[in-house]
């Protein structure tokens, strides 16, 4: 069973930058498609970027240009380097695979805040 662990978020100014790391324990992620999700109070978590196994990525238009993911196998790890932060970008992040398959972690906590 996978558990995930995210941690990086914290208290950052408009246009700063965070990087949250979702670390992976009790089996090897490296072949899922790994993505970062967000969410805020009574909204539905939102998918903010992808990563294939083979290192693809993918974002939506809110995030494209702004945020990078990537993956260091080796660590069974997922990234996700965020900048030019907007207050609309605060939320809980969490990782999973995509299709959400794996147990949810307890997700960072990201505020955009001046």
């Known amino acids: 069973q996978v558990h995930l662990v995210e941690s990086g978020g914290g208290l950052v100014q408009p246009g700063g930058s965070l990087r949250l790391s979702c670390a992976a324990s009790g089996s090897d992620v490296s072949h899922y498609t790994m993505a970062w999700y967000r969410q805020t109070p009574g909204e539905q978590r939102d998918l903010v970027a992808v990563i294939t196994g083979g290192g693809l990525t993918n974002y939506p238009d809110f995030t494209k240009g702004r945020f990078t993911i990537s993956r260091d196998k080796a660590l069974n790890t997922v990234y996700l380097q965020m900048d030019s932060l907007k207050p609309e970008d605060t939320a809980v992040y969490y990782c999973?695979?995509?299709?959400?398959?794996?147990?949810w972690g307890q997700g960072t906590r990201v505020t955009v805040s001046s």
């Open positions: 999973n695979a995509l299709p959400q398959i794996l147990n």
